[in-house]
């Protein structure tokens, strides 16, 4: 499977999906740390994927999501956004209901 195809796969195949710096336990930027954080604070599982561990993931992830920045976040699929959009969702209570979503599609 190539690359492209490899992150397809994990978006679709993980109902919630990070692309991050670094990994959970050791964040290499305040963004990925700062989505981490939140969805600490919400006890979710995840999947997550070191875009700093191979520069073409970075690459291909965003011409998948035609999203620049890093974190990326998907849940169900579908991207949520960066850490600004993450954090703003969480502030305003929105996040929560987005990630309620997961467990009901996993059942």
Known sequence: MDLKNQIIND???????????????M???????????????????????????????RVKLSEYSNWPTIPQ???????????DITIELHEKGQLLDILDNTSEKSE
């Open 73 to 83: 976040l998907f849940v169900n699929g579908e991207l949520i956004g960066g850490a």
């Open 11 to 25: 978006i679709k195949s993980n109902p919630i999906m990070l692309f991050m710096k670094g990994t959970p336990e």
């Open 27 to 57: 964040p290499m930027c305040g963004f990925s740390n700062s989505v981490v954080q939140v969805l600490k604070h919400y006890g979710v599982e995840y999947k997550s994927t070191d875009v700093l561990a191979d520069p073409e993931i």
